[in-house]
Nanobody, 116 residues
Framework: QVQLVESGGGLVQAGGSLRLSCAAS????????MGWYRQAPGKQRDLVAH???????NYADSVKGRFTISRDNVKNTVYLQMNSLKPEDTAVYYC??????????WGQGTQVTVSS
């Protein structure tokens, strides 16, 4: 089993920055992917960014150039640095962990609110 603990959400003004963290613990496979989805009220959950254990990254078009995902494989922690935040970035952000041996594991979610 894998457990995820998220931190770093909050309230920020437009143009500000936040950094989300997600620490994974348990039976971590060496080959895996971690990242973030987000879900705004009344909308579906969409991918924000992900990063593989090899360091390959992928971003949603809406956050390219503003968000940066990174990871520390020793700590099994993934980070999402969010800059130039916009009101439309307001959502619950969910961390996830995936490896080929099991279904995706989800974090509990952390609220990000960007005021205009």
């Amino acid at each position: 089993q894998v457990q995820l603990v998220e931190s770093g959400g909050g309230l920020v003004q437009a143009g500000g920055s936040l950094r989300l963290s997600c620490a994974a613990s348990g039976s971590i496979f060496s080959v895996n992917s971690m990242g973030w989805y987000r879900q705004a009220p009344g909308k579906q959950r969409d991918l924000v960014a992900h990063i593989t254990s090899g360091g390959r990254t992928n971003y949603a078009d809406s956050v390219k150039g503003r968000f940066t995902i990174s990871r520390d494989n020793v700590k099994n922690t993934v980070y999402l640095q969010m800059n130039s935040l916009k009101p439309e970035d307001t959502a619950v952000y969910y961390c996830y962990y995936w490896d080929p041996s099991r279904p995706t594991t989800w974090g509990q979610g952390t609220q990000v609110t960007v005021s205009s």
